[in-house]
């Protein structure tokens, strides 16, 4: 039987069409959640973020859609009125991001201000409106839980503009927990490891890669994307009411091992 931690609760993920956000969507539905809002891209992750919603339907939630580029701050106000079409927004999972893999030498600056205007920007403005709707509706709170990275503690050679904007992320939360626990919202981060995604599978067709990368994790595996739904799913729930500032790394062990 599913531990609904987060019964009637209204949750706005971004990015939720694969991946991460996607299982993150489903888990929060599947632990009771009375409406989530699902973000996606644009007309070609349409199809991916219909499957989503019908999951999260068959789990007894209502649902939205909202398209737009996350690094657009008019696609976070949007956003925020589809949550509070279904009467308040008390979790907002900030998911959205891209990891294009390039070397650091001939990294194009185009490419270095797109992953910073989707990773952290992005980050930002979903954060920025809906903590004002948050901080405003009565009772006033939520949660707010940031995807992060195991990348926020530790370097990769063709991640040189990625690592910083997960970096970034955790220490917006951290920001985000002394500004807004006043008012009652909590502002935690979850660093996933190697998790397998879109985002990284052409990386890991290289067995050889593969091989190093399962060998150093004590766990034996790589993860999956419902390995960092529950972990969410526990910020987002009364069960972690009193973490604010606070980052998990969800990682298999990884970070620890010397292999």
Not at 115 to 132: H, M, T
Not at 174 to 203: H, Q, Y
Request: glycine share 10%; proline share 5%; net charge negative.
């Amino acid at each position: 039987m599913i531990t609904r931690l987060l019964e009637d609760k209204v949750v706005v993920v971004t990015g939720s069409s694969t991946g991460i956000g996607a299982a993150i969507a489903i888990a929060c539905a599947n632990h009771g959640a009375r409406a989530l809002v699902l973000h996606h891209l644009d007309a070609s992750t349409l199809p991916d973020v219909q499957a989503v919603r019908t999951q999260v339907e068959a789990a007894g939630a209502q649902s939205s859609l909202v398209q737009g580029d996350i690094a657009d701050p008019s696609t976070s106000s949007a956003l925020v009125e589809a949550g509070k079409a279904f009467g308040r927004i008390d979790v907002l999972v900030s998911n959205a991001g891209i990891c294009p893999f390039h070397a650091f030498l001939d990294l194009p600056h185009t490419l270095w201000q797109r992953v910073q205007d989707v990773n952290l920007n992005g980050a930002f403005y979903a954060v920025q409106a809906v903590a004002n709707a948050m901080a405003t509706q009565e009772p006033r709170g939520g949660s707010i839980v940031a995807i992060s990275s195991i990348s926020a503690l530790m370097g990769g050679a063709e991640q040189c503009h990625y690592t910083p904007t997960k970096a970034g992320i955790k220490s917006l939360m951290e920001s985000c927990a002394i500004a807004l626990g006043p008012m009652g919202i909590r502002c935690n981060s979850v660093l996933p490891g190697t998790i397998e995604t879109n985002i990284n599978k052409d990386d890991l067709q290289n067995p050889e890669k593969r091989e190093k990368m399962v060998g150093r994790i004590p766990i034996g595996r790589l993860g999956e994307p419902d390995d960092i739904a529950q972990p969410v799913v526990f910020f987002a729930s009364d069960m972690a009411k009193y973490c604010t500032g606070a980052s998990l790394l969800v990682d298999g062990g990884a970070a620890i091992s010397l292999q």
